[in-house]
């Protein structure tokens, strides 16, 4: 792994819609897409489209968590660059 790569590595879920944890989730495997403030519609993350996630969770007089991780989704290299 390198400065800058992202990683998912698994969600955890609620019964309900508002407690699903995922992309996938939320959008019922690409069935049902997801409305953006903007307007636009999304399935699956498109070329562009930038994530950004924060985290924290808090214990018995203690807080743990990251600050900003921040991704942009780059183009796909052309098979090119392989040979």
Not at 38 to 44: A, C, H, L, Q, V
Request: with cysteine; net charge negative; charged share 25%.
């Amino acid at each position: 792994m390198n400065t800058g790569d992202m990683l998912g590595s698994g969600t955890i879920s609620g019964p309900e819609k508002s407690g699903y944890g995922s992309m996938l989730e939320l959008c019922w495997k690409g069935e049902q897409p997801i409305k953006l403030p903007n307007g636009e519609e999304r399935k699956f993350l498109q070329d562009g489209d930038e994530v950004n996630m924060t985290a924290s969770a808090k214990g018995n007089g203690f807080t743990i968590g990251f600050g900003n991780c921040r991704g942009k989704i780059l183009p796909a290299l052309d098979d090119s660059h392989y040979f």
